[in-house]
């Protein structure tokens, strides 16, 4: 099986394994083809608590038109971290010509978690984001990120199937095909639900949390995926790797002591 061409569209932190620095040798390790756009560029996790960052809007608008003259095309490009609004209306633009020559958009609307924004995250922020799963063939927020991009309470005691349910259909409202929620307590259970525009089908997959927090792990969980599906696998099974894979990773270095630094995958992908 010839593998697919992935554009990954994220930004790059200088120090700790997340973002570009997480989903690449994971895909690379799949098998799959990977080129980079940097989003942004960031000097650390954020769970630092200081950062410097440097938005790469302008360096984006010209790298666009330089690839058209070359003629580079993807089978697939994965987003995440998005930096502004008008950053956002250039990605989701290039998107949309894409997808109408046949590639596959995966959406990662990386904004906050535990009910709260990430640091420097505004609501221009969440348009944004609404902005680039409106061109998404499948979009994966977690459960506070389907919130903010729903305007939807969020409720730390978590939501039922049909409440889940309800927040998928406000995804899919915005754009997307199928879409997924990540990080969610539904009847009590940590899962991932999701609705999948091909069989038309809702589905819920529970797991084990490990209460131990990594940057980091949502990069993981979305180059797993992302790599099953490009392989040909549904949608359910691919997910149900992801999950597996997460907790694989994390339960390897959960007694680590510098956890902001993400998982040192270099030691650990042979698990996947």
């Known amino acids: 099986m010839s593998k697919k061409h992935i554009l990954l569209v994220n930004d790059i932190a200088g120090y700790g394994k997340v973002a570009t620095a997480a989903m690449l040798p994971i895909l690379s390790y799949l098998g799959h083809p990977v080129y980079n756009l940097p989003t942004a560029l960031v000097s650390n996790t954020l769970d630092y608590g200081k950062f410097n960052i440097l938005e790469t809007t302008d360096y984006i608008k010209g790298v666009f038109p330089v690839w058209k003259e070359l003629g580079f095309s993807f089978d697939a490009i994965a987003t995440g971290f998005i930096a502004s609004e008008r950053q956002a209306k250039l990605v989701a633009d ?7 020559r046949g590639t596959t958009i995966f959406v990662d609307p990386i904004m906050g978690d535990e009910g709260k924004l990430y640091n420097g995250v505004t609501a221009a922020t969440i348009n944004s984001m609404r902005e680039m799963i409106s061109v998404a063939d499948l979009t ?30 406000g995804l899919r409202l915005i754009g997307t095909k199928s879409a997924m929620i990540t990080s969610i ?6 899962s991932v639900v ?13 797991y084990t949390e490990i209460p131990v927090h990594f940057p980091g792990t949502g990069d993981i969980f979305s180059a797993i995926l992302i790599g099953h599906l490009l392989d040909g696998e549904e949608l359910i099974p691919s997910t149900q790797k992801a999950i597996d894979g997460v907790y694989k990773l994390i339960d390897l270095n959960k007694d680590n002591e510098d956890k902001n630094k993400g998982i040192p995958l270099e030691k650990y992908l042979g698990v996947l």
């Open 140 to 169: 994966f927020p977690n459960y506070t990120e389907a919130c903010y991009l729903t305007s939807s309470k969020y409720d730390e005691k978590g939501v039922s199937f049909d409440e889940a349910k309800r927040l998928l259909d």
């Open 185 to 190: 307590l539904v009847d009590g259970k940590p």
């Open 94 to 100: 290039y998107c949309r010509e894409q997808a109408e």
């Open 194 to 206: 999701g609705y999948n525009h091909v069989t038309d089908k809702y589905f819920t997959l529970p």
